[in-house]
Nanobody, 120 residues
């Protein structure tokens, strides 16, 4: 059984900062990448925000480039998303995804999501 758990969401004013944390736990052999996605409204597709591979290669959505930073601790199976200069349009439910190999094979495992609200 694999669990992916996020924390760190909340309410912040425009221009403020938040840090999201995600940890993968349970029985797995290796993690290929971890990343953050968001859904800005019900019915919308989840979009990639940022991801990092096991070798440290990062990928960001254009809309967050220069404001968000993703980092990963391979030893702790965690990933952080530092979000600065937040805008109202960053309001969304943020989901963590781990692409990993477990005893049942390779697959994507998602967390439950954490709400980020940017509002004055």
């Amino acid at each position: 059984q694999v669990q992916v758990e996020e924390s760190g969401g909340g309410l912040v004013q425009p221009g403020g900062s938040l840090r999201l944390s995600c940890a993968a736990s349970g029985r797995f052999y290796s993690i290929y990448s971890m990343g953050w996605y968001r859904r800005q409204a019900p019915g919308m597709q989840r979009e990639l925000v940022a991801q990092v591979t096991s070798s440290g290669v990062t990928n960001y959505a254009d809309s967050v480039m220069g404001r968000f930073t993703i980092s990963r601790d391979n030893a702790k199976n965690t990933v952080l998303l530092q979000m600065n200069s937040l805008k109202p349009e960053d309001t969304a439910v943020y989901y963590c995804k781990a692409d990993l190999r477990s005893p049942v094979g390779r697959g994507d495992y998602w967390g439950q999501g954490t709400q980020v609200t940017v509002s004055s």
